[in-house]
């Protein structure tokens, strides 16, 4: 593995390329590319602030940053796993006439929607300074300096998955399907519209391990990390008028999520390399 | 031997036969029944050496294992046994549509062909006027490439290929590079390529460009080496055995 890694340090300035390539390719066409792009999370944020907190019933401070805190990072989880289960076939005329290391395709991938990421998190932190500015609301604290390593873990996590993704899409072209299906089921289980207190709730009167297994789901100890990073002091939350018991992060239950988030992209990144010649074959 | 470009010893390569060439997880689930996927054979105990200065034609029908030797050279494919030893830098010049993206302007796909290549940002600073001025496509090369035609891709493919200055240039079928004029370029370009002491080895149908250029051929024939050697005669041999063949299919047609 270290040599795999000594020769992909070695075409560093190609996995650049790949990157810059796919933000200029996505921002190209239009001066208001970054623009639309952010259209598209604001009208999902708008539906389901109105589902949610008016019709649901759901009182949590500013609900709209609420859920942009978890549902920037969800945006990303997603949009680096779809991309991902494309890039090799994407690439097939490339794969199939040079060399270079096979890894760097599902990196750039991982690495152009970490850009763009962190472009919408820019945005978050205007439209919060806004509030705090103008409104009541949420100032940030000194939780923030967790932000950089929510990040990486997420990064390690969605590599990891990245490349078991991008390679099984080789061989099994329904991959995709599979992984817009599961995306669309983790989508609900994961507390990214809902505060995580209301399965605590729920889960704790059956069992007080089944919350902890909860937060193990993928992206779940992460969201609620993110959460409560983003917006330290959200207040009081309560569902249809009925107070619900807030929770301070739990940083336990992170650490070991932070290591299966680890794990997976060390797995992943051996599974990739095992299969990775075969590629040009199968393309 | 440091005289050595490329040196291959025992290769075989064979390929799983594959019903559809995007498995599903459907076929995968069926073919746990299925006794062991059938193969088909690549190369068979191919051993050859290239020395440094050498250029080389490999010739052969379609379908005989001639793009699968030039993968094998360059890493693309890795063989089921035997080694490959490359001595110097490696490039490959790309075909129409592999190395460039429609939407990115030449210069960026300038770039981009650099670093597939494995070279760095300093390296490509360093080669980007002498690529451009081969290219003679100045006045587009700002220009996306979804508005340049097929003639101005090749040459803007070959011109990154041989201004990165490899030590191994690997062509596959793509000599036919724009104009006769610019034919022409090429060919000089080839030849003061060589006289540098580097080595290109080519694929290709084209038997005359192979005569002009290649000091040397090797015939591959159903993955096997047929003949090697001074290429008018192995391009003879060739051309006899085509020949034979199609009096054959005469006769009993």
């Given at each position: 593995m270290i040599n795999e890694l000594r020769e992909l340090y070695r075409y560093r300035y190609l996995l650049s390329q790949l990157v810059v390539r796919d933000i200029k390719v996505r921002y190209k066409n239009s001066v208001l590319g970054f623009f639309w792009s952010l259209a598209n999370p604001l009208l999902q944020v708008a539906t389901i602030t109105i589902v949610?907190?008016?019709?649901?019933?759901?009182?949590?401070?500013?609900?709209?940053?609420?859920?942009?805190?978890?549902?920037?990072?969800?945006?990303?989880?997603?949009?680096?796993?779809?991309?991902?289960?494309?890039?090799?076939?994407?690439?097939?005329?490339?794969?199939?006439?040079?060399?270079?290391?096979?890894?760097?395709?599902?990196?750039?991938?991982?690495?152009?929607?970490?850009?763009?990421?962190?472009?919408?998190?820019?945005?978050?932190?205007?439209?919060?300074?806004?509030?705090?500015?103008?409104?009541?609301?949420?100032?940030?604290?000194?939780?923030?300096?967790?932000l950089p390593v929510l990040m990486a873990l997420q990064c390690a996590l969605v590599m990891g998955l990245a490349f078991f993704i991008s390679c099984l899409n080789v061989f099994y072209e329904d991959v995709k399907y599979l992984l817009s299906a599961l995306l669309s089921v983790f989508f609900y289980l994961t507390p990214v519209m809902?505060?995580?207190?209301?399965?605590?709730?729920?889960?704790?009167?059956?069992?007080?391990?089944?919350y902890k297994l909860y937060l193990l789901l993928p992206m779940n100890a992460l969201t609620d990390a993110y959460r409560k990073t983003l917006l330290p002091s959200v207040g009081s939350i309560s569902i249809r008028g009925t107070e619900v018991h807030t929770l301070p992060l739990d940083y336990g239950m992170l650490a070991i999520s932070g290591v299966l988030c680890l794990v997976f992209a060390v797995a992943g990144y051996r599974f990739f390399n095992a299969r990775k010649w075969v590629f040009a074959e199968r393309v | 031997m440091m005289n050595s470009a490329i040196s291959l010893q025992h290769i075989n390569k064979s390929f799983e036969l594959l019903r559809d060439k995007h498995g599903s997880l459907k076929s995968a689930f069926l073919s746990l029944r299925r006794s062991r996927p059938r193969t088909i054979l690549g190369l068979q105990d191919i051993t050859l050496t290239i020395n440094k200065g050498e250029t080389v034609a490999i010739i052969g029908k379609n379908g005989?294992?001639?793009?699968?030797?030039?993968?094998?050279?360059?890493r693309v494919y890795r063989p089921n046994s035997g080694s490959v030893d490359v001595n110097g830098r490696m490039s490959t010049m790309l075909a129409l549509a592999a190395g460039f993206h429609p939407e990115?302007?030449?210069?960026?796909?300038?770039?981009?062909?650099?670093?597939?290549?494995?070279?760095?940002?300093?390296?490509?600073?360093?080669?980007?006027?002498?690529?451009?001025?081969?290219?003679?496509?100045?006045?587009?090369?700002?220009?996306?490439?979804?508005?340049?035609?097929?003639?101005?891709?090749?040459r803007l493919g070959f011109s990154i290929a041989v201004e990165t200055d490899p030590d191994i240039l690997l062509i596959d079928e793509v000599l036919a590079v724009g104009d006769a004029e610019f034919q022409?370029?090429?060919?000089?370009?080839?030849?003061?390529?060589?006289?540098?002491?580097?080595?290109?080895?080519?694929?290709?149908?084209?038997?005359?460009?192979?005569?002009?250029?290649?000091?040397?051929?090797?015939?591959?024939?159903?993955?096997?080496?047929?003949?090697?050697?001074?290429?008018?005669?192995?391009?003879?041999?060739?051309?006899?055995?085509?020949?034979?063949?199609?009096?054959?299919?005469?006769?009993?047609?």
């Open positions: 949610i907190k008016y019709i649901m019933g759901l009182g949590v401070g500013n609900y709209s940053a609420y859920l942009l805190a978890g549902y920037l990072p969800w945006m990303f989880f997603q949009l680096a796993l779809l991309d991902s289960s494309q890039v090799v076939l994407l690439h097939r005329d490339l794969l199939r006439k040079v060399y270079f290391p096979r890894e760097v395709l599902p990196i750039s991938v991982v690495g152009a929607n970490l850009v763009h990421y962190m472009l919408s998190l820019a945005v978050f932190f205007a439209y919060l300074l806004f509030f705090r500015l103008f409104l009541h609301g949420a100032p940030l604290t000194a939780k923030i300096l967790l809902y505060p995580a207190e209301l399965v605590h709730d729920k889960l704790v009167h059956i069992h007080p391990m089944l | 005989s294992g001639k793009s699968t030797l030039l993968r094998i050279i360059s990115l302007t030449g210069r960026e796909n300038i770039y981009f062909n650099g670093a597939i290549m494995g070279l760095s940002a300093a390296d490509m600073a360093g080669n980007i006027d002498r690529i451009i001025d081969f290219s003679e496509l100045n006045d587009f090369i700002d220009a996306p490439v979804k508005t340049y035609s097929d003639g101005m891709l090749m022409e370029k090429c060919y000089d370009r080839i030849e003061s390529f060589k006289q540098l002491g580097r080595t290109i080895v080519f694929v290709t149908h084209d038997l005359d460009s192979a005569r002009r250029v290649a000091s040397r051929a090797i015939w591959i024939n159903a993955g096997k080496i047929a003949a090697d050697g001074d290429t008018v005669q192995v391009i003879d041999q060739y051309l006899a055995s085509v020949v034979h063949v199609e009096h054959a299919t005469k006769e009993i047609g």
